[in-house]
């Protein structure tokens, strides 16, 4: 623990701390070299720098700082709670628990008014509740397509994942922008074209 | 590369996966349990993370999701020009050269109203030309410290790094804020005491 006289800073650097094992936190998705998993703060990185490259495509009008914002801190809660794979129905069953213990505990070591403040933003995020979270979830399904694609079905090989269940992932990315989904469906087009994914089970 | 019929969202999609290789550029810095060393994209999202949560203590009103802006790209420049350490003095001499290619080459796979708006907005970091910038550079400047001292000198000792050198980074910090480089400095002042950094050579 690292030293400061001034409790309000101590709790904010404390809090800087022990967010740092979000660097630890695998998700399935790889690396679009294929070298490896990516963990959750570089995927935190990818989305939160997609919200401002793509902020045109929001269907409402969005605050690109305060979506990127929310993107920053939205996966700290897998610090305690893990990643669940998307696909991983039974891992889903109990998630929204295991994530509100999380958020208490996480957010709650900033000082109060920040702890607040996080936990009120993570869960417009969860509850996707505005303009800006909706966008926001948009880019979250929408970065791990790309890995998808450029690793020539990555993370769906393996998990014997199908056009069917991907798909099921569009109307989240609809949600914020029509105009991503359309992108996203013809890649998944393009990617069952390609081999990169079977059609059906 | 990932096809798409619109030149715009084409080029933007073809920056987002460019910068994933920032996940794979290093660091000397470790990760705070000293397991490995840190990469530029998880770098970024800790400091962008932190120009929202430490924005009080800039000396001169910054806009954090400016900020925070301007710290998820600085770095990816990196990409090209690779992570210069910061008490390395022969890399310092050609990086700025290095460096400059690097953000026309890899700025420039955007459309072009936005690869000249990213490619001002890191040069205004790099330039330190405004208050936002310089709060970022505080940022930039703390979080290693901060790594540092949790891994009880991580990166201080292999290199025999000395309490002097370290010092040498606390105008920086202090340009935007003098609040943090008070801090930054009394942890200084306790990583001598403890013994994770040595005064002098």
Known sequence: MIPCPDPRLAAQIAFIVEIDKLKTILRQTLLTDSSRQENDAEHSWHIATM???????????????????????????EIDAGDTFIHDEAGHSDKDERERAAAARLYG??????????TALWREFEDR????????????RLQPLLHNFETKGGTWTPHKVTADKVEKLLPRIEGGSKRLAGY???????AVARGYLAPQP
């Open 51 to 77: 919200a401002f490259v793509l902020d045109e495509y929001a269907d409402a009008p969005v605050e690109a700082g305060r979506v990127a914002k929310m993107l920053l801190i939205h996966d700290i809660v």
């Open 109 to 118: 070591i900033l000082p109060a008014d920040q702890a607040e403040e996080y």
């Open 129 to 140: 509740a505005s303009d800006d979270a909706r966008f926001a979830h948009s880019l979250d």
């Open 184 to 190: 996203a469906r013809a890649l998944i087009h393009e």
